[in-house]
Every structure is written in structure tokens, then in C-alpha cells.
């Protein structure tokens, strides 16, 4: 009997000291579980982070400027990064469809295929990837330079993407040949682009060369910090390789005008008009101030709020007047503007 009181207490014990045991782990197992939880949601904070982060650090989206190249053995593409870190520029590359092998590199061999490429006027190297270039006013367009000019995926990059109407600035790396064949090259394959001069940059450009080139093109991008003063009351017309200066008039509408400017050149094609005016579409609207007025020679006016009128002679009709032409008269800007259409830049300083 009393063997028998002394193992149902020894049982007793056992059940509470188990029990004790038991709801130890599970408190254990909870505190632990509620740890991987919160470490969850640590971690879910720091993805959250890295998306704002990148979001931050993405200044330029939605704005005009973006860094595109092409680089088979990534030196064009530190020039490129280096350009995207000074304007705060969106960054693409050109992937050819199929990558180069340091074999279809040697061009010490006039067999390879880079070779082959170049010396085919009709070579387009496919494209892997395509770029939508369409909410960018501005590209920077980097390329190394093979045999002394673009790579003929430039000009596959070209055909399959509109660049009409944008400002593009070439740069390059190469060994030790200069831009200038690769930028008539580029010209004359699509002359409805603003060409900016462009420039050739050794493979181990420094981020001060980068700076010091991108200041010097005067351009203003939305993420540069150093932008330089915009003078409200002046824009450039360019044409046929001249500037002409037109002082504005006080309006909201050249106001509008000059903040377009701010996020990159407007190219007009210009048809040539009764004789006394070159006439095209701007490509947008403006507000519009119209009044009677006579023209005169190098007057500028908004034409129906869409069309941009440069005048060389009079005409009475209702205008927004926009500016005015300095230091021209009738002849001078007739001497200009030639006789038929003409492609009109505008632009500032
Ligand atoms: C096929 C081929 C042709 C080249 N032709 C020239 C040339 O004519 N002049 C020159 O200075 N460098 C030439 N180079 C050297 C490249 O321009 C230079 O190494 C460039 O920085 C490479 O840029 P990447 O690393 O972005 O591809 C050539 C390179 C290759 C692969």
C-alpha cells in the first residue's frame, strides 16, 4: 500500500514537473516565434528602405535626360556611369542580341566579325533589348569607336528608335581617335536630331573630366545641382549653322516657351510662306496673347498658338508677338534663312 501511495506521488510529480517543463518550451517556442516575426517585419522594413532608396536616388525619373550606350569591353561603360552619376540621368544599354567574343573584338584580324561588321555599309547587329526613348528630351549616346567609327549597332539602335526632335550628345572611348568621323556619321544618318558636339574620352576617365565637359555644354538637366542662370528674356533660333539671338517680349507665352526650353531644344521644320515668312509647328501648345500688328524683318510670332512664324517681311495679321530678332535686316535674314524650308532650333544660351 504505501509502495503504491509513493509511486502515484512519484507519478504526481512527474506530471507537474513534465507540465512545467512543457509550458516552458511552448513559452520558449512563442517568444522565438514572436523574434522571427519581428525580425520579418525588420526585414520587411529594410526592403521597404531599399525601395525608397531607390526611389530617392532615381531624381531624374519622369524627367528629360538619359545616358545610353554601347560597350563591348566596359570602358564606354564607366564613361557612361560616371556621366549618369553627374546629372543624375536614367541609365540604359544597348545589349547586342549576340555578345561579342574578345575573338569578334581582335581587329588585328580583318576577318572577325566586329571587322566584318564595320566594313559592311548594310551591317545592323541585332538588339537585345529595346529602349523607350519616348519621355526623354536628352540623351547622351556613348559608343566605343571601331575602326575610327560608330559601331554599326548604333545604327541598329538609330533605325529602331525615334530620335526626331531630340537633343543628343555623342561620346566616345577609343584608343586614340577622335569623335569627329563618328559624329558626321551620325549626322547624316538622322539629321532631324540637334546634335550637340560630343566627345571622345580615354578608357580611364576621370569623374572631374566627366564634370568639367558637361559644364562646358551648357545644357540644363534637371539633376545637376551647378545649373547656370537662364536669362528669361532671350532664346536662340539655330539655323543653317547660324544663332540668332531673339530678345523676348514680357508674355506668359514666352514665359511657357523658356521653361520648355529649360528641358531641351525644340527643332522646327520650317516651311517657307508667301514670301515674307518661314512658318512650322512647334509640336505643343502655348497660352497666347494675340494682337493686330504689322510684322517687320526678324520679328518672331506664335501663330494660332502652336506654329512658330519667323518673318523676313511684312504681314498684317493677329499674332502673339514672341521677340525680335537683333542686328538683322530684310536681306541680311533672307541671306540666312535661303529660299525654301529650313529646319529652326530653338534654344537656349
Ligand atoms: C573592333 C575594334 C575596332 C577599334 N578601332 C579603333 C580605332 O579605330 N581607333 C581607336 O582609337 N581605337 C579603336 N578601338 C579601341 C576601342 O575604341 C577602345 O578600346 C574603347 O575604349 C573600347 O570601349 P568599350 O570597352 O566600351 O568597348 C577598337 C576596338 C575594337 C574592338
Given at each position: 500500500m504505501k509502495k503504491?501511495?509513493?509511486?502515484?506521488?512519484i507519478i504526481i510529480v512527474i506530471i507537474i514537473v513534465g507540465g512545467f517543463f512543457i509550458m516552458r518550451s511552448n513559452k520558449t517556442k512563442q517568444v522565438s516565434t514572436a523574434n522571427i516575426t519581428e525580425s520579418n517585419i525588420l526585414q520587411n522594413e529594410s526592403t521597404d528602405n531599399k525601395t525608397e532608396e531607390k526611389i530617392d536616388n532615381n531624381k531624374t525619373e519622369g524627367k528629360s535626360v538619359a545616358v545610353i550606350y554601347f560597350s563591348a569591353t566596359g570602358n564606354t561603360k564607366q564613361v557612361a556611369d560616371l556621366i549618369k552619376e553627374e546629372i543624375n540621368a536614367d541609365i540604359y544599354e544597348i545589349i547586342p542580341k549576340e555578345k561579342y567574343t574578345s575573338e569578334d573584338l581582335n581587329y588585328g584580324d580583318d576577318t572577325t566579325r566586329a571587322t566584318r561588321e564595320q566594313k559592311d555599309k548594310n551591317a545592323r547587329p541585332e538588339i537585345e533589348n529595346s529602349i523607350d526613348v519616348s519621355n526623354y528630351d536628352v540623351i547622351f549616346l556613348g559608343y566605343p569607336i571601331w575602326w575610327g567609327d560608330v559601331p554599326k549597332i548604333i545604327l541598329s539602335f538609330m533605325d529602331n528608335t525615334n530620335l526626331d526632335g531630340k537633343t543628343v550628345v555623342p561620346f566616345c572611348t577609343s584608343g586614340s581617335s577622335g569623335i569627329s568621323t563618328s559624329e558626321n556619321t551620325l549626322k547624316s544618318y538622322n539629321d532631324n536630331i540637334n546634335w550637340v558636339k560630343g566627345n571622345r574620352f580615354s578608357g580611364s576617365a576621370s569623374k572631374e573630366n566627366i564634370k568639367t565637359w558637361i559644364d562646358s555644354l551648357e545644357l540644363n538637366f534637371p539633376g545637376q545641382n551647378n545649373v547656370g542662370e537662364i536669362s528669361m528674356n532671350e532664346f536662340i533660333i539655330e539655323v543653317n549653322g547660324r544663332d540668332l539671338i531673339v530678345k523676348t517680349e514680357n508674355n506668359s507665352s514666352t514665359e511657357a516657351l523658356i521653361e520648355k526650353l529649360k528641358d531641351g531644344n525644340v527643332v522646327i521644320?520650317?516651311?517657307?510662306?508667301?514670301?515674307?515668312e518661314k512658318v512650322g509647328s512647334l509640336g505643343f501648345s502655348l497660352p497666347t496673347n494675340n494682337k493686330q500688328m504689322t510684322t517687320k524683318a526678324g520679328d518672331v510670332v506664335l501663330y494660332q498658338g502652336n506654329s512658330i512664324s519667323l518673318f523676313y517681311g511684312p504681314n498684317s495679321w493677329s499674332y502673339t508677338k514672341l521677340g525680335e530678332i537683333e542686328n538683322v535686316d530684310e536681306d541680311k535674314l533672307k541671306s540666312i534663312l535661303g529660299d525654301g524650308n529650313v529646319k529652326l532650333?530653338?534654344?537656349?544660351?
Open positions: 503504491s501511495i509513493a509511486l502515484i506521488i521644320n520650317a516651311n517657307e510662306y508667301g514670301n515674307f532650333t530653338l534654344k537656349l544660351k
